[in-house]
């Protein structure tokens, strides 16, 4: 078993900043992929950015791109989303996830792990 734990969630003004923490723990030497996901107030979850746990090579959905950026930390088990110049549509509940998988990462379908969520409010 994989456990995620988030933190970094806030309030912020459009425009702002935050970054978002996961910190991997249990058997993280099974993971292949670890990535975010988000899901505002009546929509469905969506998929924000994933990176390969190792290699680092990472993969953004186009309506983050060049805003929002996924990386590692391999030796604290922990991944990272730098989110810059915040929209008021980026408040969402941000889940951290992990998988075995690569492509069942990217696209959301029965992914193994889930962290707790955290809340991203963006003020305009």
């Known amino acids: 078993q994989v456990q995620l734990v988030e933190s970094g969630g806030g309030l912020v003004q459009a425009g702002g900043s935050l970054r978002l923490s996961c910190a991997a723990s249990?058997?993280?030497?099974?993971?292949?992929?670890m990535g975010w996901f988000r899901q505002a107030p009546g929509k469905q979850r969506e998929f924000v950015a994933a990176?390969?746990?190792?290699?680092?090579?990472?993969y953004h959905a186009d309506s983050v791109k060049g805003r929002f950026t996924a990386s590692r930390e391999y030796a604290k088990s922990t991944v990272y989303l730098q989110m810059n110049s915040l929209k008021p549509e980026d408040t969402a509940v941000y889940y951290c996830?992990?998988?075995?998988?690569?492509?069942?990462?990217?696209?959301?379908?029965?992914?193994?792990?889930w962290g707790q969520g955290t809340q991203v409010t963006v003020s305009s």
């Open positions: 996830a992990a998988d075995h998988s690569w492509d069942a990462l990217v696209k959301g379908n029965n992914v193994d792990y």
């Open positions: 249990g058997r993280t030497f099974s993971i292949y992929s």
């Open positions: 990176i390969n746990w190792r290699g680092g090579d990472t």
